[in-house]
């Protein structure tokens, strides 16, 4: 891609070489780790679901017998693959025995550890084989179905009922004018939960809960409608909180398209462990690239907490630092949503070309990753008819850069959650402006030394120099620092810290094998 902006191209490539050693460097904090979650996820990818008879879900009854033991070090497919071998069962039908109170994986004879090894990798390969048959008639249904134009910005539209059905109702309309990605957001505070709520949820605040049949009711109910009208439309979910590799093996197997997956985001606004995130995230994220599945990055967050003009590097140095974790985790750029967000106030003098010049930069800086571009909402005041105009640029903005994942804006954001018949009025002005400006892009030049490339260089410079300070002292400490969002946390707080388990030396996880990225490196 050739620079409109005219970057210092030595310079790009030294944020991405710096950016890559922050990730290599996490990478090497957490290794030798797992936690709670990645081993329930373990259970989830062998086909264990369901709850006891108190609800509490089958993976966490068979995670809190191990680690109950002392045993989680060796990871829960050691103890599952032995129980396997002892009782001739499936991980299904061990779990229920365990929940029953029936069965207790550390009184079982123990076998050799190479056969517990053998025995599980051969249910971990069957079980990884059906879900990648599930997710390949998938891709089969969707190229017979018209899904658009390849170089069309992809729109992206948010239901937030509480109530699985009602999304489907909202999801169904969004399908009906237009929308090309339907994202359920999930009721507040899921993330911190400590396990996934099962079945169908009809009650939640601000969203709706992420669980596997709710997700199967959404893929079900989009797919009838894409059948139906020869359009493929995709779905998306957040993926997370203190479950984020449990939600992410829930949406590979149900069929998910996208997911929300920040490497920070759960760190810094739901004040999550930073060991216990990051190790997550990794796990959930190679999860995501076996699968096919795009993720998001949030950096758009960040400008909720601080001011988007001053916080513009650090937006970049987070989306290089996301970007890198997400390809030691075995991603491919393709599926990189790298996030980007307007969130510059509407009073700021020329703030409409500050914003270009961002959404130019990180379309430059990232060329083969399918840009996640956020509306307006920050300063969004209750005036429907502002938030309307401001959306107009915001999309103008899309269509000039090239963004490829759109989330649409709302003429009632900051009064209430959208109806469906606002959503309609924010893909409508989507539409009428790509189709108004649809090649203004390529089009359009910037002035040498003017507003928009000096902007842009100037916030390369100091993304830069902050990531050369991050190199220095670590992610772990600059995130104490408070360098990104204007929010500090501290390595050894926040929630979860105690999920956090140290490998021994028979510990064993047969899907980092089979996947082909190994998170001890």
């Keep these: 891609m050739r620079s409109k902006l005219g970057l210092d191209v030595g310079l790009a490539d030294s944020c991405r070489e710096v950016a890559a050693e922050i990730a290599r460097d996490v990478g090497q904090r957490t290794a030798g780790r797992t936690t709670v979650s990645v081993e329930r996820t373990v259970a989830r990818l062998l086909g264990v679901d369901g709850v006891d008879a108190l609800d509490v879900p089958l993976p966490n009854v068979l995670v ?35 929940g029953a109170g ?97 079945g169908p949820t009809t009650e939640g605040f601000g969203g709706t809960f992420a669980t596997q049949a709710n997700f199967a009711i959404m893929r079900e109910a989009l797919d009838r409608w894409s059948r139906a009208n020869g359009r493929y439309v995709k779905l998306s979910s957040f993926c997370s909180g203190l479950c984020m590799p449990e939600i992410a093996a829930m949406g590979a197997i149900e069929g998910l398209d996208n997911m929300v997956n920040d490497a920070l985001y759960g760190i810094l606004y739901r004040d999550i462990n930073l060991r216990r995130t990051l190790i997550d995230q990794r796990f959930s994220r190679m999860i995501n690239g076996y699968f096919g599945v795009v993720i998001n990055t949030g950096e758009d967050n960040y400008l909720r907490t601080a001011d988007a003009v001053t916080a513009a590097p650090s937006v970049v140095a987070s989306q290089m630092i996301n970007y890198f974790l997400a390809r030691d985790s075995g991603l491919p750029p393709e599926q990189i949503g790298v996030g980007n967000a307007f969130e510059i106030h509407p009073d700021v003098t020329n703030g409409l070309l500050y914003e270009w010049a961002q959404a ?56 209430f959650t959208p109806h469906i018949h606002d959503r309609v009025l924010g893909l409508e002005n989507t539409r009428y402006v790509a189709n108004f400006a649809r090649d203004l892009g390529d089009d359009i030049e910037f002035r040498p030394g003017g507003i928009i490339q000096t902007r842009a260089a100037q916030v390369l410079a100091e993304a830069h120099q902050m990531l050369l300070e991050i190199a220095e002292i670590g992610l772990f400490d600059a995130i104490g620092k408070g360098y990104f969002g204007n929010v500090s946390r501290h390595y050894d707080h926040g929630r979860g810290a105690e999920g956090i388990v140290e490998f021994d030396t028979g510990y064993y996880n047969p899907f980092m094998e089979l996947m082909g990225v190994d998170l001890d490196a």
Aim: charged share 20%; hydrophobic share 40%.
């Design 360 to 415: 130019q930069l990180t379309r430059e800086l990232f060329p083969d990753c399918p840009v996640k571009y956020m509306p307006p909402t920050v300063h969004m005041n209750g005036n429907p008819f502002r938030t309307h105009a401001v959306d107009s640029l915001f999309n103008l903005v899309t269509v000039a850069t090239k963004q490829e994942i759109q989330t649409i804006g709302v003429p009632t954001e900051g009064v």
């Design 64 to 98: 809190d017998q191990i680690e109950e033991h002392g045993g989680l070090a060796r990871g829960l497919a050691y103890w599952l693959g032995n129980a396997i071998i002892a009782t001739g069962a499936e991980p299904l039908e061990i779990a229920k025995l365990v």
């Design 102 to 198: 029936e069965l207790d994986l550390h009184h079982l004879p123990l076998a050799e550890d190479h056969r517990i090894r053998q025995t599980i990798r051969q249910h971990a390969a069957a079980a990884l084989e059906k879900i990648r048959g599930t997710r390949a008639e998938r891709a089969t249904f969707r190229a017979g179905l018209d899904g658009g134009t390849a170089d069309a910005v992809e729109t992206y539209v948010l239901t937030a009922t509480g109530n699985v059905y009602e999304d489907v109702a909202h999801a169904e309309a969004v399908a009906e004018n237009g929308g090309d990605i339907v994202a359920v957001i999930r009721s507040t505070a899921q993330s911190l939960l400590d396990y996934v709520p099962f």
